[in-house]
């Protein structure tokens, strides 16, 4: 079994910043690629940054520069830092990580989510 626990969500206020936080736990004898996803009522969820292992990250177009993303691979554990946030940021945003269990079993997970408001 492999738990993603998400942190950090909140209501803040536009030009505000939060930090996102994502820690996987269970049988884990590896995690490669982490990242957060986003989704509003009535529209599909969206990527808004990836992480593989090494480092190497990727992001939405419309965020890049104002969202981080970053990562621990000892604590298997990932952050998104958001800076300058806007009231369409507000959502609830998705952990996901792709987790071996053993060399070779490996599956997608995703957290149970987190809210984020963006509003005065």
């Known amino acids: 079994q492999v738990q993603l626990a998400e942190s950090g969500g909140g209501l803040v206020q536009p030009g505000g910043s939060l930090t996102l936080e994502c820690a996987a736990s269970?049988?884990?004898?590896?995690?490669?690629?982490m990242g957060w996803y986003r989704q509003v009522p009535g529209k599909e969820r969206e990527l808004v940054a990836t992480?593989?292992?090494?480092?190497?990250?990727t992001y939405a177009d419309s965020l890049q520069g104002r969202f981080t993303i970053s990562r621990n691979n000892a604590k298997n554990t990932v952050w998104l830092r958001m800076n300058n946030l806007e009231p369409d940021d507000t959502a609830v945003y998705y952990c996901?990580?792709?987790?071996?269990?053993?060399?070779?079993?490996?599956?997608?997970?995703w957290g149970q989510g987190v809210q984020v408001t963006v509003s005065s």
């Open positions: 996901r990580a792709t987790v071996y269990t053993t060399m070779w079993d490996g599956e997608r997970y």
């Open positions: 992480i593989t292992a090494s480092g190497s990250s």
């Open positions: 269970g049988s884990i004898y590896r995690v490669n690629s």
